[in-house]
C-alpha cells in the first residue's frame, strides 16, 4: 500500500509516498481502507521531530481517517461488517491506504457527509468535546475563550460550547477568520494581531472575565490569559503553539482568581479512556451532524488535497492561512 513517509525530520520537502506492507488486524481490531485523511499540527511536529507517536503505533502521520471496512480481526464483537463506512480515531497511521483500527474507535460516518468531512471529525471534534465537557465541565451560561478559533478544533469548539449554551468568544488572525467565526456562532470575537484580546475579553464580559479558556497557544499567552480569566475560571492547556517558558508570578495571578489550569493531551491517552470519549461523543454529538436545523453541526474543511501533494498541504498548513481543515485524499 502507499503511504505517507519521511526518511529523516526535516521540512516539508522531506514527505513522499513510499511502497509499505498492508497491515493485518488484531485482536479486536478493524482494518479500514483509508478514502480521506485530515492533517493535524501533530503531524508537523512528528516531522519535524518533535513529537513520536505512542509507544507501539505506527510511524506513519495521520490522526483521523474515513474510509471503508475492509477486514474484520478475530475477537470483533462489534456490529461493523466488511464495506461498511466509517470514521476512525488514531494514534497514527491514517494517512495510508489502509490502517488497523481498535473497534471502539470507528464511527459512523453520519449521513449526508462526504469522506473528506468525516475525516475532519474524529480527532479534532473529539479533542473539542473532551476539552470542553470532560476536562473544562462547561455549563450553560459560561463564557468561554477559545484561542485559534478560526483552526480544526476552534471551529468545532465554537460549535460545541454554543450547543451547550455557553457563549465562545473567539481570538484569530484576520479579519476572514474573525467573520467565519461568527457565522459559526462566536458571539464575539478579538483579532491578535490588531488589540489586546485579554483587554477585549474584559470588556465584553463586563469586567467580569471568561470562566473558561480553550487555549492551544501556552507561554506567550499566559499573562492575557490569567488577566482575563475569571474567578473560580478554568483555563485548560492543549498546545504550546506560543512556546512551553512562562517568565514571571503565573501562580501568585492564578491563586488570586483562585484558577484551576488544567492541561491536556489526547493522543497519548490509552484505548480504555479512548473508546469512552468515542462512545460518549457518538451518543451525545454525531447525530447533531445529519439533523436539519440551528443545532446542526458542521466539520469546516479549507481545502482537500491528493495524497501525491503532501509536501503542498503541510506548508499550507504552516502558513496559518487555513480556516477549519486540510484533508488529504487516498488513491483508491
Known sequence: MLAVHFDKPGGPENLYLKEVAKPSPGEGEVLLKVAASALNRADILQRQGQYAPPPG???????????????????????????????ALLPSGGQAQYVTVPEGLLMPIPAGLTMPQAAAIPETWLTAFQLLHLIGNVRAGDSVLIHAGSSGVGTAAIQ??????????????????????????????????????????LKFTKGTGVNLIIDCIGGSYWEKNVNCLAVDGRWVLYGLMGGADVNGPLF??????????????????????KEMLVKAF??????????????????????????????EAHKYMESNKHMGKIVLELPQ
Not at 505506527?58 to 470514521?87: F, N, R, T, Y
Not at 465562545?168 to 489586546?196: I, R
Not at 492564578?254 to 493522543?267: N, V
Request: with cysteine; net charge neutral; proline share 6%.
Open 57 to 87: 503505533a505506527s510511524s506513519i502521520l495521520g490522526l483521523e481517517a474515513s474510509g471503508h471496512v475492509a477486514e474484520l480481526g478475530p475477537g470483533c464483537q462489534g456490529h461493523w461488517k466488511i464495506g461498511d463506512p466509517a470514521m
Open 282 to 311: 457518538t451518543e451525545q454529538i454525531l447525530p447533531h451532524f445529519s439533523t436539519e436545523g440551528p443545532q446542526r453541526l458542521l466539520p469546516v474543511l479549507d481545502r482537500v488535497y491528493p495524497l501525491s501533494e503532501i509536501q
Open 160 to 201: 460545541l460550547a454554543r450547543m451547550a449554551g455557553a457563549i465562545p468568544l473567539v481570538t484569530v488572525g484576520s479579519q476572514d477568520k474573525l467573520q467565519m467565526a461568527e457565522k459559526l456562532g462566536a458571539a464575539g470575537g478579538f483579532n491578535y494581531k490588531e488589540e489586546d484580546f485579554s483587554e477585549a475579553t
Open 252 to 273: 501568585s495571578k492564578l491563586l488570586f482568581k483562585r484558577g484551576s489550569l488544567i492541561a491536556s493531551l489526547l493522543r497519548s491517552r490509552d484505548k480504555k479512556y
